[in-house]
Nanobody
């Protein structure tokens, strides 16, 4: 089992920045990829970004390109999502997940955190 926990959400102004953190613990040796997803009010859960631990290869949703950056620390247990130039439509619950493949589909991610709320006001 892998436990995943997010932190760093909260209120932000449009045009501002937030950095989300995700810590993985437990049997992390089986984890190959860490990803971020989000669910806006009344919306489906959408892929945001992911990073593959063995080579730092990254994958981004189109809306995240140029504004969001995913990274990890050297011990590979913490993954970050730096979000810049925030927009009101970025308001969502952001979820971190541990997975097996660098992919957009949430079916590739087996372990999920509880989520952290981001509210962007204009």
């Amino acid at each position: 089992q892998v436990q995943v926990a997010e932190s760093g959400g909260g209120p932000a102004q449009a045009g501002g920045s937030l950095r989300l953190s995700c810590t993985a613990s437990g049997r992390t040796r089986s984890t190959l990829v860490m990803g971020w997803f989000r669910r806006g009010p009344g919306q489906e859960r959408d892929f945001v970004a992911a990073i593959r631990w063995r080579d730092d290869e990254t994958l981004y949703a189109q809306f995240a390109k140029g504004r969001f950056t995913i990274s990890r620390d050297n011990d590979k247990t913490t993954t970050y999502l730096q979000m810049n130039s925030l927009k009101a439509e970025d308001t969502a619950v952001y979820y971190c997940a541990a997975g097996e493949a660098l992919a957009y589909g949430d079916g590739w991610y087996s372990y999920w955190g509880q989520g952290t709320q981001v509210i962007v006001s204009s």
